[in-house]
């Protein structure tokens, strides 16, 4: 097998459309809705043991400007923000660039410039007040073609780029997995993975550190009406018959504990960081 001819930018290429054309609700809708993006901010909040450690490993100063590509509700941009000159944070979707937004208002923060736009469309020099000492892109890699995305992420940079991916099937995944073929009668395709990506950056002529880590996924309902709701809102549930696939897979994997249904797993991801030559 000639495996030095496999164009590793067209796997990912291939696979993030893939995969947002199976993700019935799509990927972008998903955080497009305030509901979702104020629950990832909740769970956020409660493993903030691992925003802490992320905050340790990334290498900034108090004169540093960095920059946060899908920033999300601000998980890194805003504890960043209260220890270095200037953030600009990118993020494209409405709800959490809503829960961004009212964070950073709410804090009173004063050094957290938001650009609403996808990383593919932004042009650097006229988008950006570039160059960052630091950039970030932390499990924010919804873009097709990912070899222009970092070829962006390095022209935006003067130093550091951090990217946070992940390895393996996710939590989230695996249940479309095991869903889509009694939903929908097809399989589930899986986004592309760090293994893609080092392929790529190798392919750059980028040599990057790469560190695993796990960490616990969960998910906390006060009750099954309020599962369906979340459930619902990731896929479509149109019938009578998906309604009860559903139902009956979350009786099946939401486990009791203190009158509340939780979901837990663990997800591994992993840390893959460079310094620009
Ligand atoms: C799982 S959240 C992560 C948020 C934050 N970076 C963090 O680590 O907590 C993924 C975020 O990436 C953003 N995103 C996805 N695709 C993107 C793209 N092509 N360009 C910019 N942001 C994107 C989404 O809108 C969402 O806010």
Redesign the pocket.
């Known amino acids: 097998m000639e495996y030095g001819k496999i164009d590793w930018n067209d796997v990912w290429n291939e696979l993030v459309p893939a995969q947002q054309m199976t993700d019935k609700a799509g990927?972008?809708s998903l955080?497009n809705k305030r509901d979702n993006a104020e629950r990832?901010w909740k769970r956020?909040q409660g493993s903030s043991e691992r925003t802490k450690m992320t905050l340790r490993e990334l290498p900034f100063w108090s004169g540093s400007r960095v920059l946060?590509?899908?920033?999300?509700p601000g998980?890194?941009a805003i504890p960043l923000a209260k220890q270095v000159e200037h953030v600009t944070a990118?993020?494209?979707?409405e709800g959490?660039k809503d829960i961004l937004m009212k964070n950073i208002s709410e804090l009173g923060i004063n050094n957290i410039s938001c650009v609403r736009k996808?990383?593919?469309d932004i042009d650097v020099d006229a988008d950006l007040k570039g160059p960052y000492d630091l950039v970030i892109a932390?499990?924010?890699?919804?873009?097709p073609d990912i070899r222009e995305a970092i070829q962006k992420m390095e022209q935006a940079s003067s130093k550091y780029i951090y990217i946070?991916w992940f390895a393996g099937t996710s939590p989230w995944e695996t249940h479309s997995v095991n869903l889509w073929p009694y939903l929908y009668g097809t399989n589930y395709t899986c986004g592309p993975k760090c293994d893609v990506l080092y392929n790529v950056l190798y392919g750059m002529g980028i040599f990057p550190d790469i560190q695993t880590f796990t960490l616990e996924y969960t998910n906390i309902f006060s009750s099954m009406d309020e599962a369906m709701d979340f459930f619902r809102s990731r896929y479509v549930i149109e019938t009578q018959e998906q309604e009860a696939i559903l139902l009956d897979y979350l009786r099946d994997v939401l486990i009791q504990e203190n009158g509340q249904l939780v979901e837990r797993s663990d997800s591994t991801r992993v840390r893959i960081c460079w310094e620009k030559n």
Do not use: Q
Request: net charge negative; no cysteine; glycine share 12%.
């Open positions: 990927a972008n955080w990832f956020s946060d590509i899908g920033a999300g998980r890194l990118v993020e494209p979707a959490m996808r990383w593919e932390s499990f924010s890699l919804g873009m946070y």
